[in-house]
């Protein structure tokens, strides 16, 4: 019997199905010092996810293998010394050499230093870091948008986010993504930055500014999930109610809602980091095994859109 707050199906359960009909890629997992940064990364390989390649200090990461029992058989170890592992590993995608990089036990700033120092992976698209959730009584992961990286993006900036999260979208199934843009009310109020610049992205999808989605806004976070909210305001939308994505108007408000979905609905979660040229998985420090797999399961997937 299906427990009523469980979706009748999984969709990271098929999303990691189609991942593992694909062949496994390289990946560069860097700095993969901890129980969790290396578990993940040999747990996505003991799934044909990923082929690992462990960018660090080797004797530090046989260490760490060796005091959670764990066979490193079949990865490959690249020596870097200690902080240049974030270069090393950027420097492996930029050769091709890697498809994949996977931020392991180190702070999320030394990773996006290195990644915005080195142009062949840089693509002119802004970028921003996307969480795709399954949570209860959803038939579709839900996405959420910018949590880590852009701490208060201008108007421009929100458009590439937005582009992104709606390439993730897209290349997770969802043909025609409803995207919300997410403010404290559902109407435009001049001191509100976030209610001016979610109508004026709204515009410029219509305008084809933006491509490939459903996106309104200014949308209240309730108006954006629950039909009868929407309902009883009387939002005419053909997003209200139904969002596939959520777009937040700032860093904090992300993170916090991210965050919250996480801690307090115990959603299961993959995170990326999209608009770069080779996928970026870039999960907290704290984050669980599961988290990690199914980051690679997203990278995996996105790996599979890039140009060859």
């Known amino acids: 019997m299906i427990h009523p707050l469980e979706p009748a199906h999984s969709p990271f ?29 040999l747990s996505a390989a003991s799934k044909g996810l990923i082929k690992p390649v462990l960018v660090g200090d080797p004797n530090a990461i046989y260490d760490a293998a060796n005091r959670c029992g764990w066979s490193l058989r079949h990865a490959r170890i ?27 036990a180190l702070h999320s700033d030394a990773l996006l230093h290195s990644v915005l120092a080195e142009p062949r992976l840089l693509t002119g698209r802004r970028l921003s870091h ?45 043909e025609l993504p409803k995207v919300a843009i997410l403010a404290a009310v559902e109407t435009v109020v001049s001191g509100m930055t976030a209610t001016i610049d979610a109508a004026a992205l709204s515009e410029m999808a219509r305008r084809g500014q933006i491509t490939g989605a459903l996106v309104d806004g200014p949308l209240a976070l309730d108006d954006a999930l629950s039909i009868d909210a929407a309902g009883a305001k009387h ?20 993170n916090i809602l991210y965050k919250a979905f996480d801690v307090l609905l115990r959603a299961r979660f993959g995170a990326v980091i999209a608009g770069a040229a080779v996928p970026i998985v870039f999960t907290s420090r704290a984050d669980s095994i599961e988290a990690r797999v199914l980051s690679c399961v997203l990278a995996r997937l996105l790996a599979e859109e890039k140009p060859r």
């Open 13 to 41: 359960d098929a999303l990691l199905e189609r991942a593992q009909s694909l062949a496994p890629i390289e990946a560069a997992i860097v700095d993969p010092l901890d129980s969790l940064s290396l578990g993940g990364a």
């Open 78 to 104: 690249v020596h870097a010394s200690p902080g240049e592992e974030s270069a090393a590993a950027v420097a492996l995608a930029a050769g091709g050499h890697v498809k994949i990089v996977v931020k392991g």
């Open 130 to 174: 996307v969480v795709v959730f399954e949570l209860p009584q959803r038939e579709n992961p839900l996405i959420v948008t910018d949590g880590a990286v852009n701490i208060a993006p201008n108007l421009e900036q929100k458009a590439q986010i937005v582009q992104n999260a709606i390439d993730v979208a897209r290349t997770l199934g969802l």
């Open 235 to 254: 939002i005419d939308s053909p997003v209200a109610g139904c969002a596939d994505v959520l777009v937040a108007p700032d860093l904090q408000s992300g």
